[in-house]
């Protein structure tokens, strides 16, 4: 009696003190916002979109700096959900293939319960995937077989292989929450992992509950798409903070990992500012603008509040990071990613030297300046936190936000040296792509 008594007090400080027993299983939320690049964002320096939500829990946690998805939305959804670069298991757009292992499969096996909800778009052509057999036991999609294309205002979703019935005035993005936040109630008792692939704030860019008019919700209206899309911005912080209520409501706030990210640049037709200047979304380009996205990190007692990272992050990072978070067992493929937890525990962890970028545009503008191989539209790039090299050769600093100064061999030792060391990142990679669909080959 007194022995269990003592494991229970240990049991009891370790908890208190943010110290996780060896048993202990975390909840793991991992929210991508679509079309939103990091400098859309309070806690990213921005002074004109407003995420209060978004900003406390980088204040609260860890914010890297330095995180980067594929310029488009389809790599960067199978890149995230299977450690594994596109040149290894990239088909086609809107397709996950349905042999990859995902982190939803990962954690089954390890004993969660997972639920997606928002933005599917991975089921097209004869590998796309569905999201029972991509390892989630419950769902809430759009786009989504069966479903059609209003995402916002009436929506079409399919939740657990029924179509809902929407009316006018049903938004959405409240569906999904919701849905998320009664998934919640039912598995606090249980360890469970979300995947929440946001809607928002994609384009079209209509009113949202907040700021629409009588007869104006569904219409963007001339000259609004910018403060449409800012509102529908702090619309989705707002839904996070839902979130986060629902956690503390079930006292499941110290015990969840929380992850918010985005999964690609701005939509090229927004204009908007950023401190003393004026950006264009760059959505679909290989430049920074399209791929460099936000990471925070939050968990009360657990992840050190305040804490700012300037290490690389790529996509493929986040499986093996959810593995090391909820101690599962890496899937037996090859993994491009490495784990960032061990940074978001205050430790100096392994930081990546480089990441690897293979892009495959469907908007193909896109690879007019340094697409290659097939159909000349493959982009392939490795990088590091200041420059960037293609493998066409084309060597650039990453503050050259444009890429309209290359840099030549000899201008200094510092851009040599990073450059031998990209050059050899990119020969450590596949020469061509493994599962480009034969439609696009030549």
């Not at 298991?89 to 997606?116: P, W």
């Not at 569905?130 to 939740?159: H, K, V």
């Not at 392994?350 to 007019?368: D, G, M, T, V």
Request: charged fraction near 25%; glycine fraction near 8%.
């Amino acid at each position: 009696m007194l022995y269990r008594l003592i494991a229970v007090i240990i049991m009891f400080f370790q908890a208190s003190n943010g110290i996780a027993s060896d048993d202990q299983k975390y909840n793991v939320i991992l929210i991508m916002a679509d079309d939103s690049a990091v400098d859309n964002y309070g806690c990213y320096g921005s002074d004109y979109f407003k995420t209060p939500i978004i900003d406390q829990l980088a204040k609260t946690g860890i914010r890297f700096t330095h995180c980067y998805s594929e310029p488009v939305c389809t790599p960067s959804r199978v890149k995230i959900m299977t450690g594994r670069d596109g040149i290894r298991n990239y088909v086609q757009f809107g397709t996950l293939d349905r042999d990859e292992i995902t982190f939803a499969h990962m954690l089954k096996k390890a004993g969660y319960t997972t639920a997606v909800a928002g933005k599917w778009q991975l089921h097209n052509g004869e590998r796309g995937a569905l999201a029972p057999e991509s390892g989630f036991d419950t769902y809430c999609l759009w786009n989504y077989p069966g479903t059609r294309s209003s995402r916002y205002w009436n929506p079409s979703i399919m939740q657990n292989g029924k179509l809902l019935k929407t009316k006018t005035d049903d938004y959405g993005p409240d569906i999904f929450s919701k849905f998320l936040i009664e998934f919640i109630d039912s598995n606090k008792n249980r360890p469970f992992f979300i995947y929440y692939p946001m809607v928002l704030v994609h384009s079209p860019f209509p009113k949202t509950p907040d700021n629409k008019t009588a007869n104006g919700k569904t219409a963007q209206g001339k000259d609004q798409s910018l403060p449409n899309f800012r509102d529908m911005t702090l619309y989705a912080d707002k839904i996070v903070g839902r979130l986060v209520a629902a956690l503390e409501k079930n006292n499941l706030r110290e015990n969840t990992i929380l992850i918010f990210t985005t999964d690609n640049g701005t939509n090229r037709k927004i204009i908007y500012p950023f401190q003393n200047e004026t950006r264009k979304g760059e959505k679909a380009y290989a430049t920074d603008g399209g791929s460099h996205v936000p990471l925070i990190v939050n968990c009360p007692g657990i992840v050190p509040a305040g804490k700012v990272s300037s290490d690389l992050v790529d996509f493929s990072d986040f499986l093996p990071s959810i593995a090391d978070i909820t101690k599962a067992k890496l899937p037996n493929v090859i993994l491009d990613g490495q784990s960032f937890w061990p940074q978001c525990l205050g430790k100096k962890g392994n930081p990546r030297k480089w990441i690897f970028q293979y892009y495959y545009p469907k908007f193909k503008p896109a690879a007019e300046t340094h697409g290659q191989g097939v159909n000349n539209l493959e982009i392939i790039w490795a990088q590091n936190q200041k420059y960037k090299l293609y493998r066409d050769g084309s060597f650039y600093s990453t503050a050259d936000r444009h890429e309209l100064s290359p840099i030549k061999n000899g201008e200094n030792k510092e851009s040599d040296h990073v450059r031998k060391i990209l050059q050899e990142a990119l020969n450590l990679m596949p020469a061509k792509a493994v599962k480009l669909s034969t439609k696009y080959q030549n």
